[in-house]
């Protein structure tokens, strides 16, 4: 587990469309600890941390090694969530909590319709949240005691998702204090 004395880290993930931003955004302001609300694909952007754009999927390919170099500092100091559609890239000392965001897959579809997504990438996205392949990546790359699967149909979902993730982070922070003085 990070030994950071700032604030957790967080990993919020899931398939796109299941409401990463919403959440981490909310998280942020709800927090109990400062938490700085990086979201991966915009920072990437915004950094020129890409190797090419895709036209055909209308995305960017991240350059990874470039993005975790500019992530690190930030990372090690703690305090921050990362959004992002995949998390098997970031190293598995730099979480302490791994959230993947869960939708059914009819919504998913109605959700990235609305994004104006073009329908191969709206099929593949769905296809991916049947299988669960982020879900997947997650144990796959995380201790299973970090990694929690939650559900994020509406807005019930978001603020039930939020108070609990709060709830956790009280929970680490009184273990930190409690190692603290002893």
């Known amino acids: 587990m990070p030994s950071t004395t700032k604030g957790p880290v967080i990993i919020i993930t899931g398939t796109p469309g299941t409401g990463k931003t919403t959440h981490a955004q909310l998280l942020a302001v709800e927090s109990p600890v400062p938490l700085q609300h990086i979201n991966v694909g915009e920072w990437a952007k915004e950094k020129g941390l890409y190797e090419s754009y895709d036209e055909e999927w209308q995305s960017h390919t991240v350059d ?39 939708c059914d897959h009819t919504k998913l579809w109605e959700r990235l ?7 191969k990438k709206i099929q593949e996205n769905n296809e991916a949240e049947i299988m669960e392949v982020i879900l997947d990546e997650a144990r796959s790359s995380y201790a299973k005691e970090i990694v929690v699967e939650l559900q994020s149909e509406g807005t019930e979902d ?24 002893s």
Not at 80 to 94: A, S
């Open 64 to 102: 990874e090694d470039r993005l975790l170099d500019e992530l690190e500092p930030i990372v090690s100091a703690g305090g921050v969530i990362l959004d992002w559609h995949t998390c098997e890239i970031f190293p598995e000392r730099w979480a302490d909590l791994v959230v993947v965001l869960r």
């Open 113 to 119: 319709e609305k994004r104006g997504y073009p329908l």
């Open 158 to 181: 978001l603020e039930a998702n939020v108070a609990r993730i709060v709830q956790w982070i009280e929970a680490w922070k009184k273990d930190r204090e409690t190692e603290a003085g």
